[in-house]
């Protein structure tokens, strides 16, 4: 089989997944919230049908009729059971050459086992007719971010982790990503943001925007996650990436506890890039900067309050189908 990168997030999409909040168990009193934030997420992606089409996941009926009275005609409703929304990390990767990659999972390091997690990703990928190649390792979709170079980066806290794989060494690693997805160059950063129970999946701490250029954000005043993001632009400095600096939301607090916010879990659709809002300081500033890197796309800043309670944001709910 032919192996090809995958389309950087700024090509253009044929259409995109984005799961639904659909199990009042897990999400308690923040499900309501949730699903209006989620539905506004693909309200926005759609943008009056300027963006690509929108595939919205629901685990059930109940859910599904949820989403329906909430978008409208802006989105696909797709029934097909699944634990929960994080179709970064669960959905199959489609490649340039129209098929996918599905990847075992294990719920991020087996912290949240929940049925039918392990199988979304074929049985989205089917009732796409795209077919669907099984790759015997453990990776999810938010662990990685490409240039569509074959350019790749990562962090060691995730795909070293040995909760994910551990007979893979590092260049075991290397050698899974260039074979399974075609990319030939890894830029390794360490630790991600605090809090974070993927792990530290590198879609909330740097994300490319073009080729050999790698947003990382700045830290505010009092930020938990200061030292992190010095220590990642110190380590992509090291490569031949040009590092462009944004505001970051700084210290974000639910019940007390710092949560892992973070505007680089936006999204890059064909019409629109949607970054996380969380009523911070830098809310507004953080949507200019990322306007100024997509001069050709609307950057929309929408809350993700409720959604970042169950442990992400639009980034990680959301699975591109490359056109």
Same mark, same amino acid.
């Given at each position: 089989?032919?192996?090809?990168?995958?389309?950087?997030?700024?090509?253009?999409?044929?259409?995109? #997944?984005?799961?639904?909040?659909?199990?009042?168990?897990?999400?308690?009193?923040?499900?309501?919230?949730?699903?209006?934030?989620?539905?506004?997420?693909?309200?926005?992606?759609?943008?009056?049908? /300027?963006?690509?089409?929108?595939?919205?996941?629901?685990?059930?009926?109940?859910?599904?009729?949820?989403?329906?009275?909430?978008?409208?005609?802006?989105?696909? =409703?797709?029934?097909?059971?699944?634990?929960?929304? #994080?179709?970064?990390?669960? &959905?199959?990767?489609?490649?340039?050459?129209?098929?996918?990659?599905?990847?075992?999972?294990?719920?991020?390091?087996? /912290?949240?086992?929940?049925?039918?997690?392990?199988?979304?990703?074929?049985?989205?990928?089917?009732?796409?007719?795209?077919?669907?190649?099984?790759?015997?390792?453990?990776?999810?979709?938010?662990?990685? $971010?490409?240039?569509?170079?074959?350019?790749?980066?990562?962090?060691?806290?995730?795909?070293?982790?040995?909760?994910?794989?551990?007979?893979?060494?590092?260049?075991?690693?290397?050698?899974?990503?260039?074979?399974?997805?075609?990319?030939?160059?890894?830029?390794?950063?360490?630790?991600?943001?605090?809090?974070?129970?993927?792990?530290?999946?590198?879609?909330?701490?740097?994300?490319?925007?073009?080729?050999?250029?790698?947003?990382?954000?700045?830290?505010?005043? $009092?930020?938990?996650?200061?030292?992190?993001?010095?220590? &990642?632009?110190?380590? &992509?400095?090291?490569?031949?990436?040009?590092?462009?600096?944004?505001?970051?939301?700084?210290?974000?607090?639910?019940?007390?506890?710092? =949560?892992?916010?973070?505007?680089?879990?936006?999204?890059?659709?064909?019409?629109?890039?949607?970054?996380?809002?969380?009523?911070?300081?830098?809310?507004?500033?953080?949507?200019?900067?990322?306007?100024?890197?997509?001069?050709?796309?609307? &950057?929309?800043?929408?809350?993700? $309050?409720a959604i970042l309670t169950g442990g992400g944001s639009f980034h990680c709910i959301s699975q591109q189908i490359?056109?």
């Amino acid at each position: 089989m032919t192996r090809l990168t995958p389309a950087p997030e700024w090509a253009p999409h044929k259409a995109v #997944w984005i799961g639904f909040p659909s199990h009042p168990d897990l999400w308690e009193d923040d499900l309501e919230p949730a699903r209006a934030e989620v539905a506004a997420f693909a309200r926005a992606v759609h943008a009056n049908g /300027k963006g690509e089409r929108v595939l919205l996941v629901a685990a059930d009926e109940e859910a599904a009729n949820a989403a329906r009275a909430l978008v409208g005609e802006a989105a696909e =409703i797709i029934v097909e059971p699944f634990g929960d929304i #994080w179709l970064r990390d669960t &959905a199959a990767i489609v490649t340039g050459d129209g098929q996918a990659r599905d990847f075992l999972f294990n719920g991020w390091g087996g /912290k949240y086992d929940l049925p039918g997690d392990d199988s979304i990703g074929r049985r989205l990928a089917a009732q796409r007719h795209i077919p669907a190649q099984a790759c015997d390792w453990i990776l999810e979709g938010g662990a990685i $971010d490409g240039d569509g170079t074959g350019l790749v980066v990562t962090t060691e806290q995730c795909l070293l982790n040995p909760n994910r794989n551990p007979a893979l060494s590092r260049a075991d690693v290397e050698a899974r990503l260039a074979a399974d997805l075609g990319y030939s160059r890894v830029i390794w950063l360490g630790e991600g943001l605090m809090n974070d129970h993927t792990d530290g999946h590198v879609d909330n701490l740097a994300r490319f925007v073009a080729p050999g250029k790698l947003v990382i954000p700045e830290p505010d005043a $009092d930020d938990p996650n200061a030292l992190v993001y010095q220590h &990642a632009a110190r380590d &992509a400095a090291a490569h031949d990436v040009e590092i462009v600096r944004i505001p970051s939301p700084g210290r974000v607090l639910r019940d007390g506890e710092i =949560i892992p916010a973070s505007y680089m879990n936006f999204y890059i659709g064909n019409a629109a890039v949607v970054v996380p809002q969380y009523g911070a300081a830098n809310d507004a500033a953080a949507v200019a900067a990322i306007q100024a890197l997509f001069p050709d796309r609307v &950057a929309v800043g929408l809350h993700a $309050d409720a959604i970042l309670t169950g442990g992400g944001s639009f980034h990680c709910i959301s699975q591109q189908i490359p056109a």
